[in-house]
């Protein structure tokens, strides 16, 4: 029972660092030795030819599994009243773990149960409008509107549909239109006859029996058509409310490459993926998240191509989130992701539909969520974070240059504010004396230590940026340039910081802009400050310490069952994707910790006219 | 999972530990300006038992490089202000123990981790530095790689004269000036780590950078002296004929022997006994030349790499041979002689060269052995590849037998350039 | 498997920074450089003891291979002793390490407030366990020979290799001896055998643990050498951490020099691993003793005696001329004959694990 209280800020710190799956027996043996991974390897043999290469980390995600059914057994016991399945998700997802909750009955449809009586279609209109009106409310709810008509047979029915959410025209045209003319194209009265699909003249028309699926599909924008006697309702598709359109990207802008953006659509987005990648083996699949607000979300992937434990794994997570409502990608992202309390993202967020599909190219989910204009992949590795979209259209030598200014620019923005710290406190032999001597007479006049001017700049710092983003328009650039340059200049005349450690502050900020990922950038901006406060507390030992800390956070971190720092640890084969950007026609292989079915990206001649005598 | 109650506790200790730690800020963090860094120390002979030591230490204060002490009112010797740094003596026991004793009297901590250069006098270093070397090379503070310099007269007396010409950075000015070495070969380079380690090896002896104030007094008044003209006048530093600038001068090489300077090798000397070491750079020589007397010829001579050094021991007497290889670019010949109009007055050239440096080499080697019986040329390294253990190397005791070791030097040289000219022709003589 | 290379490398090596040159070069002078080669041949002969062993009994790991010859009660007692001297161990390496870090770069902190900070990130790793251990192992690899190569590199104008002469230093006889005392600096391979079974098979093992035992005889030999070049056997085995001596004397102009500090950042790299590695093996080797199934709660009473064993030794001298030299030295007769007995037990008594008996 003590798991359904949230735990201390501490023990969750604790967890931050912790390694939830060495909890097995036998502490000597590595997860790749396992025999249940033998096993699981033969198993997977027989599924599949093609997945016999299967690095440790699958065979350990599975046998994590196996694990979770056990423990699933636990959790199983606890009871989950109404009030209290809110907070139990939150437990559960807060573990980090992949345990399976037993299925249950979906607390939506329950509540919605509540109200309508019975879940069947009856067979009379007057029912069946009293089962709608009751469901939204009517009269208080303004926006269902039901259009009673009579059929040309005298028979009765309704159209009913949310205001705003509906194209009038396909309503007008298309639906009542034709079924109030019906009697001019068909001979009898008789309505049996000709089935109700028949009639109306959308391009895609469901007939439901249950009233809750008749619910969520006029939420979604479509049109309800009753006639009496029937036991069903047709759905007719007349979505068709305003939306912005396709426009470029905000946060990710390139020079070269395309120039769209997701919009907050989700038909949109899955349009844009399909016009880039038109392969019939794109698979899409529709998840509904959020109890309350019942938000779509769509799952892309290539069949074939990505390995299907992590499609499992992906489809696992998303069913089983209960949560009354979730608007945006960031919040399905703490939904979904592997450690919570990780400072660095394992999901990568981008609004680039060519980014989406390369990513899913490479055997990567897409999680599109609508009402968002970010797109989720998963999963991915530190080395895939501090790509850009731009990487693929560059020439290689332009990316591998930028990568590796990247690179640097993640270690400036994590290290150099403690580094300096650690370097003027306690080692000033290491500094050369004209410069420790320089920086002496520039501090002369500060009262402060360095610790606190470090402190005071970098808080300074994210202040002004904090500000320009607060800032409408082009005021919130100017301001923060200026804001920076003043402050700093101040800062030093009035001698309250030295001039080196402007330096050092903007070196870091700027650091911190250039990389890529926007998450990334936060987690960075708040590891800077655990380091400053080792390299303040025990110098450079105590930064060597911190490092070693955050490597060990890094190799345990994980994406979707893929080790975080892939590549590295575990090492796995080099892609030539990863630091080094090798030429387009050399990356002959798909990311080989992702396991993708089929991990040849082309042949190992892709230049095929290279083969050619020039005509 | 643990039960929330052992959970809460492991919380607790974890805050108590990170509190402890944040609270250990203030043992070792210092900041810059607390410490004042001491550029250069000098040792000197002090009352009875007592040494002085001379401190150099940088200020701080804005635009401190062009002032010097004369501004304030009161030479440099008054004040101890000069050029951005401060001089301050202190009579005490021992080294370090004058660092506190300082330490007292400056406000800030005196901080040993910049110092550049360690300055004995001569007349403590004819009775021994070792004791003082000892605390420098145990203590943390203190880089290893300070230089070692003993010098003619107070050391107290040329720190105050140590300062910086060409720029405002006297740190700047004291490195570079080592580095100077490299391009004269009349003086070597001599690290504390170096220093320290010839001081306990049994291999060989130490050596020290030859220093001292020029008090500009050497250079001859106008047509004072003529007449005689020495290419290589045997120079103290300090001798320099020169005027203006900065006073303070590096020249020779000081000998010890044990931790006792026993003598000194003038800078012509110094670059010989470079050349035997390898540790020759680049250079100019003088030559008298040998077909016009009170001409010379000035050669630039770059060794090929180290000289090679074999040694064989024949009834416990050391036969030591050194070969070495010399790339000579002629860069004056004062009479315009044309020495490659045929082979035989290239190779005489040659050969005038090669025993010009193998006279000057043995010279040295024979100065070494006769007069101070101190190996300073490491080639006790090579003897003790004729002994299988160190028992047997150290019975030996190779410092004491340097005296008996019969060196034969070798050198080639080859002139492989000439400067601009190929055939120079000569000038007209007035009719 | 490159990870388990890495940790098994870093666990002999990190030697190499603390006293290891001093005593060796003490007693060998400049014989050092190839003593130590000595001893890894030494090393490699009970390495390939250790191989013999556990080819008898496949899939089975040191361990587990002590209790099917000797049975479940001694081989319980000697797992126990193995437990307790590698705790012995990490807390003699630890305070080394901070007597060290104390005497060149943190002179005033308390010895207590080191100690801590560096347990708590030894915490950290033998929470996570062997594979977190392994990883963050092969992650810092490159970066510790990356450090120690630049600073072999660096002070490469010190250098005078002539200074190795005399060649056989104290006598062979001397060299012979000490060569067979410091096989123990190589012991820490038996941690390959105790982990023998996350190694996927026999054939890694011995090829794994042979490159680790070559490494670490190449990086201990150079470094050695190096540091004898550079200061001489007279001068240097009188230097506390001659490689960090090493690093002091870097100069290259006058703006790169002085620059120790920097490989501070090696040193602290190496001695967690190392440390860590060995904790947690004594750790579970104590959780193998009483069939614990989960280590982690047995962790902050292993970190207090680890604590109290730190704080052993009161000053250098007991930990340089008692504890490591017991360590480096004499740990010999511990580490290396009971596997050599166990094998010699298993062939007289005929005990040979089948191919089916598979844990």
């Known amino acids: 029972m003590s798991e359904k209280k949230p735990k201390n800020i501490i023990w969750q710190m604790l967890e931050l660092i912790s390694y939830k799956k060495t909890s097995r027996p036998k502490t000597f043996i590595l997860p790749e030795m396992d025999e249940q991974q033998s096993k699981q390897r033969q198993e997977s043999n027989k599924r599949q030819e093609s997945e016999q290469q299967q690095i440790p980390e699958n065979r350990q995600q599975s046998k994590g599994r196996n694990q979770a059914d056990e423990q699933a057994k636990d959790t199983s016991q606890i009871p989950g009243g109404q009030e209290q399945k809110h907070t139990q998700a939150m437990v559960v997802e807060r573990a980090g773990q992949r345990r399976r909750i037993p299925k249950k009955p979906l607390a939506a449809s329950e509540v919605k149960s509540a109200r309508v009586e019975k879940d069947q279609v009856k067979t009379d209109v007057n029912s069946n409008l009293q089962v709608l009106r009751q469901a939204f409310h009517v009269p208080e709810n303004k926006d269902l509107i039901i259009r009673d008509i009579i059929l040309p047979n005298k028979k009765r029915g309704f159209l009913a549909f949310l205001d705003g959410m509906v194209n009038k025209i396909i309503i007008n045209e298309y639906i009542l239109r034709p079924l109030l003319e019906q009697e001019a194209t068909s001979q009898s009265g008789n309505t049996k006859g000709i089935a109700l699909e028949d009639i109306v003249l959308t391009n895609d028309t469901q007939s439901l029996k249950n009233i809750n699926e008749v619910i969520s599909e006029i939420l979604k924008g479509n049109t309800a058509v009753y006639v009496d006697g029937l036991d069903y309702i047709l759905i007719c598709e007349t979505i068709g409310f305003e939306k912005r359109g396709v426009e470029t990207p905000k946060t990710e802008i390139v020079v070269k490459g395309p120039q769209e953006a997701f919009s907050e659509n989700l038909r949109t987005n899955i349009t844009l993926l399909r016009r880039i990648i038109r392969n019939r083996d794109l698979v899409t699949e529709f998840f509904e998240i959020g109890e309350k607000s019942s938000t779509v979300c769509a799952i892309v992937y290539l069949q074939g191509l990505v390995n299907p434990l992590v499609v499992r794994e992906v489809k696992r997570r998303l069913e089983n989130i209960k949560i009354d409502f979730v608007v945006s990608a960031g919040m399905l992202e703490e939904l979904i992701e592997d450690n919570p309390y990780s400072l660095f993202p394992t999901i990568l967020n981008t609004e680039r539909p060519d980014r989406t599909a390369a990513s899913i190219m490479e055997g990567r989910v897409a999680i599109i969520l609508d009402g968002t204009p970010i797109v989720l992949i998963v999963p991915v590795t530190l080395n895939a974070l501090m790509h850009s979209s731009e990487d693929a259209a560059l020439k290689w030598h332009n990316t591998t240059a930028l990568r590796m200014v990247r690179f640097c620019a993640f270690a400036i923005a994590i290290l150099l504010p403690g580094f300096y710290l650690a370097l003027t406190t306690y080692h000033h032999e290491m500094i050369p004396t004209e410069l420790l001597i320089a920086i002496a007479k520039a501090k002369e006049n500060v009262p402060f230590p360095t610790i606190i001017e470090v402190l005071l700049m970098e808080l300074g710092f994210e202040l002004i940026r904090e500000a320009g983003i607060r800032i409408p328009g082009i005021v919130g650039n100017t301001l923060g340039i200026i804001g920076a340059l003043i402050l700093g200049e101040a800062a030093v005349s009035a001698n309250i910081v030295s001039p080196v450690l402007i330096i050092i502050v903007a070196l870091t900020g700027l650091s911190n802009f250039a990389l890529p990922n926007y998450s990334l950038a936060f987690g960075v901006r708040i590891l800077r400050f655990c380091f400053i406060f080792a390299g303040a507390v025990l110098g450079f030992f105590g930064l060597a310490l911190a490092a070693v800390l955050l490597t060990l956070m890094l190799v345990n971190l994980k994406s979707f069952g893929v080790p975080f720092m892939s590549i590295v640890a575990p090492r796995t084969k080099r892609g030539k994707d990863i630091v080094l950007r090798w030429p387009l026609w050399m990356q002959e292989k798909r990311p080989d910790f992702l396991n993708p079915l089929d991990s040849q990206r082309q042949p190992e001649i892709a230049r095929q006219w290279t083969q050619q005598d020039p005509e | 999972m643990a039960p929330k109650k052992l959970s809460f506790l492991k919380g607790a200790i974890v805050l108590v530990c990170a509190c402890c730690l944040s609270l250990t800020g203030c043992y070792d963090a210092k900041e810059i300006d607390q410490e004042v860094f001491t550029l250069v120390i000098g040792v000197d002979k002090g009352t009875g038992n007592m040494i002085r030591v001379t401190f150099q230490v940088s200020t701080y204060k804005e635009d401190g490089g062009n002032g010097g002490g004369s501004q304030n009112g009161g030479s440099a010797a008054d004040t101890g202000e000069l050029d951005g740094t401060v001089i301050s003596t202190v009579e005490a026991p021992s080294l370090i123990e004058s660092i506190n004793m300082l330490n007292s009297a400056s406000n800030r901590q005196i901080s040993l981790s910049q110092t550049k250069m360690i300055i004995f006098s001569e007349e403590y270093a004819r009775e021994g530095v070792g004791r003082y070397i000892e605390p420098l090379t145990r203590f943390r503070e203190v880089g290893e790689l300070m230089r070692v310099l003993v010098c003619r007269g107070r050391a107290e007396d040329y720190i105050l004269e140590n300062r910086s010409f060409i720029g405002g950075s006297l740190p700047k000015d004291i490195e570079l000036s080592f580095l100077q070495s490299a391009n004269t070969g009349y003086y070597p380079d001599v690290f504390l780590n170096e220093f320290y380690v010839r001081l306990l090896s049994p291999y060989a002896q130490a050596i020290a950078i030859y220093t001292a104030i020029n008090d500009f007094d050497s250079l001859p008044e106008d047509g004072m002296e003529k007449g005689i003209i020495e290419p290589h006048p045997d120079l103290k530093p300090g001798e320099i004929p020169r005027k203006g600038g900065n006073k303070r001068e590096m020249l020779g090489t000081v000998v010890f022997s044990g931790d006792k300077m026993v003598g000194y090798l003038n800078q012509n000397e110094t670059r010989f006994y470079l050349l035997a070491t390898g540790k020759y750079k680049r250079g100019l020589f003088t030559l008298d030349d040998p077909k016009s007397a009170g001409d010379f010829i000035v050669l630039e001579v770059t060794a090929h790499g180290a000289p090679k050094v074999t040694t064989f021991l024949e009834n416990e007497i050391p036969y030591i041979y050194l070969e070495m290889l010399l790339d000579i670019d002629i860069a004056a010949i004062q009479n315009r002689e044309n020495y490659f109009l045929n082979p035989s007055a290239y190779l005489e050239l040659e050969k005038y060269i090669e025993t010009y440096f193998v006279r000057g080499m043995e010279e040295v080697i024979r100065k070494t052995q006769q007069e101070w019986n101190s190996d300073i040329f490491e080639f006790g390294k090579k003897i003790a590849g004729n002994f299988w253990t160190i028992p047997q190397f150290e019975e030996y005791n190779w410092l004491e037998r340097y005296r008996e070791a019969k060196i034969d030097v070798k050198v080639k040289a080859n002139i492989s350039r000439a400067g601009y000219y190929f055939h120079p022709r000569p000038i007209e003589p007035e009719k | ?359």
């Open chain 3, 1 to 359: 498997m490159l990870e388990a290379y890495a940790l098994v490398t870093i666990v002999i090596i990190t030697k190499i920074f603390y006293t290891f040159p001093l005593t060796t070069i003490k007693q060998t002078g400049t014989a050092a450089w190839y003593t130590t080669l000595i001893s890894c041949v030494g090393a490699i002969v009970f390495f390939a003891l250790l191989y013999l062993l556990l080819q008898r009994f496949p899939q089975k790991d040191l361990y587990q291979v002590f209790e099917a010859v000797l049975g479940k009660k001694v081989s319980r007692f000697i797992i126990l002793i193995f437990s307790v001297y590698f705790l012995y161990y990490t807390g003699i390496n630890l305070s080394e390490f901070v007597t060290i870090l104390k005497i060149y770069s943190m002179p005033f902190t308390p010895k207590e407030v080191l100690v801590a900070g560096f347990l708590t990130v030894i915490a950290a790793m033998a929470y996570v366990g062997l594979e977190g251990i392994v990883r963050v192992a092969y992650v810092l690899f490159y970066l510790i020979i990356t450090g120690l190569v630049l600073i072999l590199i660096l002070a490469i104008p010190f250098y005078d290799f002539n200074s190795l002469k005399p060649w056989l230093g104290y006598g062979l006889g001397v060299s012979a001896s000490e060569g067979f005392l410091k096989i123990s600096a190589y012991d820490s391979v038996i941690i390959l055998a105790i982990i023998a079974n996350s190694l996927q098979g026999l054939k890694y093992f011995k090829r794994i643990g042979l490159s680790c035992l070559l490494t670490a005889g190449a990086i201990f030999s150079i470094c050695l050498a190096c540091i004898l070049a550079a200061f001489q056997y007279t001068a240097g085995s009188g230097y506390i951490s001659g490689m960090y001596h090493l690093s002091r004397i870097i100069y290259y102009s006058r703006f790169f020099q002085r620059v120790e500090a920097i490989f501070l950042f090696v040193w602290v790299f190496a001695s967690v691993i190392a440390i860590s590695a060995v904790f947690y093996i004594a750790l579970s080797s104590y959780c193998r003793v009483f069939s614990i199934t989960n280590h982690r709660p047995l962790l902050w009473p292993f970190l207090f005696l680890t604590f109290a064993f730190t704080f052993l030794p009161s000053n250098i001298y007991e930990i340089i001329s008692v504890h490591v030299r017991l360590i480096r030295g004499y740990s010999v007769f511990l580490i290396v004959p009971v596997p050599i007995l166990v094998l010699l037990v298993s062939i007289i008594r005929g005990k040979k694990g089948g191919k089916a008996s598979g844990t």
